[in-house]
């Protein structure tokens, strides 16, 4: 993935091996864009995209956060970009990411990365991607089923423009 000078330095910038710590420097870059729920699920942009629109919604948030932590280092099988259900009814999309220290929600709602066993009520998963993996959740956060994330089409499509930022 090519990126962008900002979302470089950011990466170059990331100085602690504490995940927490990462993930809200990751976070403060990302919160510094202007972020509005989305209607739908339209288009998933990259984060080259989102960067050079310096808005977004939700979901261009979970994914920048996603590819900035697996630029700077973190493995991709600690990292999901999950869609949510909120407490509201609305649809809702977050980033986690996991150590030995806990799993972590970046969530462009909030400032800062939370604990996910501290908020965990406030959200009802309905699937994740991670790499070639989606897995489809049950509400109490437990895995349902797991394919291949090529069934999901706006991840193959944003994985594809992708390919052609390099």
Known sequence: ?????SMQQLIDSIKSENLF??????MSFWNAFQWEESPGWETWHTPAETITRQQGVCHDFAIGNYYTLLAYGIPE???EVIGVRLSDDQMHMICTASDSSGEYVLDSRKQEAALLDDCR???????????SKMYVYRPDWTVLAMEP????????DLQSRMEKEK
Not at 21 to 26: E, G, T, V
Not at 121 to 131: F, H, K, L, R
């Open 1 to 5: 993935m090519k990126i962008p000078y």
């Open 21 to 26: 710590h990462a993930a809200c420097d990751s």
């Open 77 to 79: 099988s600690n990292l």
């Open 121 to 131: 009520d406030e959200y009802q998963p309905i699937y994740g991607i991670s790499g």
């Open 149 to 156: 994330s090529s069934n999901a089409s706006l991840w193959v």
